[in-house]
């Protein structure tokens, strides 16, 4: 009887699966077409830029935007470096991003170890005063904001910049580590300051190693979204600093007279290399990236 | 070892001012910083957005209202609004619905093997490769979809329609295909994040429910609408804030990528590009911080409100 109840079950199964097992094969080959067509939605443009940049003006513009360069030339390359100042652009970029994550992370990292680990009058105030800076949208603050940075007489200058990315990059950054620093395990901690360890060097010497893997994800998180930042450079470097630009607005510029000039190779060659550093950036950082971009949705 | 009680109590004062000395080190910069830098011009906006304030003058006239009263008249705002209430129904719902389809593929989608379900081959390839626009800059990407977008034969959309023998399309100077064009735009950019966001979401659920089911003779749509999408319900909610809140920003692609900036006859524009124009190019100051407190405040009632209306009960698992 048990025996025979056990075959009845096993029929239905082996079926099922039989029957699976066919799907599988139309199915699978339908969601790779449906897979394979995004990929090339996504690679296809990307890889179209790079290919144009060694294109020639009449190649690009012509009847057959598809087609491959007759040549591989580097000369619009050349000229979107020297005379669109990409290269310049890029260099201020990197001086930018560099201090500013920088000082991010070590002021970032220094407020929410503080309320993370320390009880005092007024902590969960100054915890929810940062943390309510993420719903708010920086469009409201754009104009107080302008002339806040210009009384300062920063404006036009990259500490400015540099001072509202770091003010800007805190909520987040303090939101994230708070929580960090409270999953650590404080016995370490406690036995440096039992040996006499003073506070400052407690955190710098055995809090921030063991944060490491927070503080890197936050790291990246901040310097791609400097990085891409477009709104407050053109609102705080103004069209008389042009030496002083940053990348994004310096490729949207160029696009703009792009159409009087008409240099579409160099304005390709100039999107290339504003996408390569990301890309390199992307594909070695890639587990990290993707962890930390989507770390506040989990929370 | 006590060396009396006043000693203790003073080496347990000083101990507590070193403690307190530290905490005040440590939260004063940031502090500072983001004070002056978000707050305060946080909480003058409102201010700002009651006066005439057109930045020549050093006292601005404090108006009441009149702001808010104009903005009720303004047909440009008012575009601008309804292109937020377009974005925000159908760019969050284009997003997850494509988003959701490959993230099923990627973690479901190759059936089970060995006992657990799998995604089809190559799916990790594929998560790396549709991530990859999202670390893009806006700006570079409004930038790279003009030349893909441009309306004559010479667009690479326009070139690859002219090989099948359609003609040129006006994506972005045609007025009622334009916004579209742009929520394209954003739809590429974002699908591989909410892919692997969904991804994430997906492989929480246990293995042997998807077993069970399959077991049972569930098909593919069974195991996405009985099991799948329930239980990554949370995750979809917050995709869904983030994709609404993103719906009232747009500004670099617009700014970027459309014709006269919200053109072609403000046929695009958004209020965070008024807000910037009202501001930066007509001095209007008050104005501008006017549009910026409506904005404050439809961000915030869309947040509130979504975050109530699609509140489920919590699967636990």
């Given at each position: 009887?048990?025996i025979?109840?056990?075959?009845?079950?096993?029929?239905?199964?082996a079926?099922?699966?039989?029957r699976?097992k066919?799907?599988v094969?139309?199915?699978?080959?339908?969601?790779?077409?449906?897979?394979i067509?995004w990929?090339?939605?996504v690679?296809g443009?990307?890889?179209w830029?790079f290919l144009a940049?060694?294109?020639?003006?009449?190649?690009i513009?012509?009847?057959?935007?598809?087609?491959?360069?007759h040549?591989?030339?580097?000369?619009?390359w050349?000229?979107?470096?020297?005379?669109?100042?990409?290269?310049?652009y890029?260099?201020n970029?990197i001086?930018v991003?560099g201090?500013s994550?920088l000082?991010?992370?070590?002021f970032?990292s220094?407020?929410?170890?503080?309320?993370?680990r320390?009880?005092?009058?007024g902590n969960?105030?100054?915890?929810?005063?940062f943390?309510s800076?993420?719903s708010f949208?920086?469009?409201l603050?754009?104009v107080p904001?302008?002339?806040?940075?210009?009384?300062?007489g920063?404006?036009?200058?990259?500490?400015g910049?540099?001072l509202v990315y770091i003010?800007?990059s805190l909520?987040?950054?303090?939101?994230f580590?708070?929580a960090?620093?409270k999953?650590?395990?404080t016995?370490?901690?406690?036995?440096?300051?039992?040996?006499?360890?003073s506070?400052?060097?407690?955190?710098f010497?055995?809090?921030m190693p063991?944060?490491?893997?927070?503080?890197?994800?936050?790291?990246?998180?901040?310097?791609?979204?400097?990085?891409?930042?477009?709104?407050?450079?053109?609102v705080?470097?103004?069209?008389?600093v042009e030496?002083?630009?940053l990348?994004?607005q310096g490729?949207?510029?160029i696009?703009?007279?792009?159409?009087?000039e008409?240099?579409?190779?160099g304005l390709?060659?100039a999107?290339?290399?504003?996408?390569i550093?990301m890309m390199i950036v992307y594909?070695?950082?890639?587990?990290?990236?993707?962890?930390?971009l989507?770390?506040?949705?989990?929370? | 070892?006590r060396?009396?009680?006043?000693?203790?109590?003073?080496?347990?004062l000083?101990?507590k001012?070193?403690?307190?000395?530290?905490?005040v080190?440590f939260?004063?910069?940031?502090?500072?910083l983001?004070?002056?830098?978000?707050?305060s011009?946080y909480?003058q906006?409102?201010?700002?957005s009651l006066?005439n304030?057109?930045?020549?003058?050093?006292?601005?006239?404090y108006?009441?209202?009149?702001?808010?009263?104009?903005?009720l008249?303004?047909d440009?705002f008012w575009?601008a609004v309804?292109?937020?209430?377009l974005?925000?129904?159908?760019?969050?719902?284009i997003t997850?619905?494509?988003?959701?389809f490959f993230?099923f593929?990627l973690?479901v989608g190759g059936?089970?093997?060995?006992g657990?379900?799998?995604?089809v081959?190559g799916?990790?390839?594929y998560r790396?490769v549709y991530?990859?626009?999202?670390v893009?800059?806006v700006?570079?990407?409004?930038?790279?979809?003009?030349?893909?977008?441009?309306p004559?034969?010479?667009?690479?959309l326009?070139?690859?329609l002219?090989?099948?023998?359609?003609?040129?399309?006006?994506?972005l100077?045609?007025?009622d295909l334009?916004?579209?064009?742009?929520?394209?735009?954003?739809v590429?950019q974002?699908?591989?994040?909410y892919?692997?966001l969904?991804?994430a979401?997906m492989?929480?659920?246990?293995?042997?429910?998807?077993e069970?089911?399959?077991?049972d003779g569930?098909?593919?749509f069974?195991?996405?609408?009985g099991?799948?999408?329930?239980?990554?319900?949370?995750?979809i909610?917050?995709?869904w804030?983030y994709?609404g809140?993103a719906?009232?920003?747009?500004f670099?692609?617009?700014?970027?990528?459309?014709?006269d900036?919200?053109?072609?006859?403000?046929a695009t524009t958004?209020?965070?590009l008024e807000?910037?124009?009202?501001?930066?190019?007509f001095?209007?100051?008050?104005y501008a911080?006017?549009?910026?407190?409506?904005?404050?405040?439809?961000?915030?009632?869309?947040?509130?409100?979504?975050?109530?209306?699609?509140?489920?009960e919590r699967i636990?698992?």
């Open positions: 009887m048990a025979q109840t056990d075959a009845v079950r096993v029929a239905p199964r079926a099922a699966r039989r699976q066919n799907s094969g139309v199915f699978g080959a339908l969601s790779h077409v449906a897979l067509v990929t090339i939605l690679v443009p990307i890889l830029t940049s060694f294109k020639t003006n009449p190649e513009v012509g009847d057959a935007p598809l087609a491959l360069p040549s591989f030339g580097w000369d619009a050349g000229r979107a470096w020297e005379k669109a100042h990409v290269g310049r890029m260099l970029t001086l991003v201090v994550t000082f991010t992370m070590l970032g220094m407020a929410a170890y503080v309320l993370a320390y009880r005092f009058w969960r105030a100054i915890y929810y005063l943390v800076g993420l949208p920086v469009f603050a754009l904001l302008f002339f806040v940075v210009r009384n300062l920063l404006i036009d200058t990259h500490l910049v540099i003010a800007y909520p987040f950054t303090v939101f580590l708070t960090f620093f999953t650590l395990p016995s370490v901690a406690e036995a440096a300051m039992m040996d006499g360890c506070h400052t060097r407690t955190f010497q055995i809090m063991m944060a490491r893997p927070g503080l890197i994800s936050i790291t990246i998180f901040n310097i791609l979204g400097q990085w891409n930042q477009y709104l407050l450079p053109i705080l470097l103004s069209g008389s030496d002083k630009w990348i994004t490729i949207a510029n696009n703009t007279s792009a159409g009087y008409a240099d579409w190779p390709f060659a999107l290339s290399m504003a996408i550093p594909i070695i950082f890639q587990r990290q990236i993707q962890s930390g989507t770390a506040g949705a989990v929370k | 070892m060396h009396g009680d006043g000693g203790a109590g003073g080496r347990l000083s101990a001012m070193r403690t307190y000395g530290f905490i080190s939260l004063l910069v940031p502090l500072i983001y004070v002056v830098f978000v707050i011009p909480a906006a409102f201010y700002i006066t304030w057109r930045g020549i003058s050093a006292n601005p006239q108006i009441g209202f009149e702001n808010f009263g104009r903005l008249d303004d440009v575009a309804r292109h937020h209430g974005l925000l129904l159908a760019m969050p719902l997850i619905a494509i988003a959701l993230s593929l973690n059936g089970s093997k060995g657990a379900m799998r995604g081959r799916s990790g390839f790396v991530f990859f626009p999202q893009l800059a700006a570079v990407v409004g930038v790279l979809f003009q030349a893909i977008y441009r004559d034969g010479t667009g690479v326009n070139g690859l002219s090989t099948v023998g359609l003609g040129p399309v006006g994506w100077i045609t007025p334009a916004l579209w064009s742009i929520m394209g735009v954003v590429w974002s699908v591989g994040f892919v692997v969904f991804s979401g492989s929480a659920i246990p293995k042997d429910v998807f069970a089911a399959a077991l569930a098909g593919r069974r195991l996405f609408f099991i799948t999408l329930p239980l990554i319900w949370d995750t909610q917050v995709g804030v994709l809140i719906a009232f920003d747009c670099a692609l617009v700014q970027v990528l459309s014709v900036r919200g053109g072609p006859d403000n958004v209020l965070p807000i910037w124009r009202t501001a930066f190019t001095s209007k100051f008050g911080s006017a549009m910026g407190v409506a904005l404050f405040f439809l961000t915030i009632t869309f947040a509130a409100l979504s975050l109530r209306v699609t509140r489920r636990e698992f």
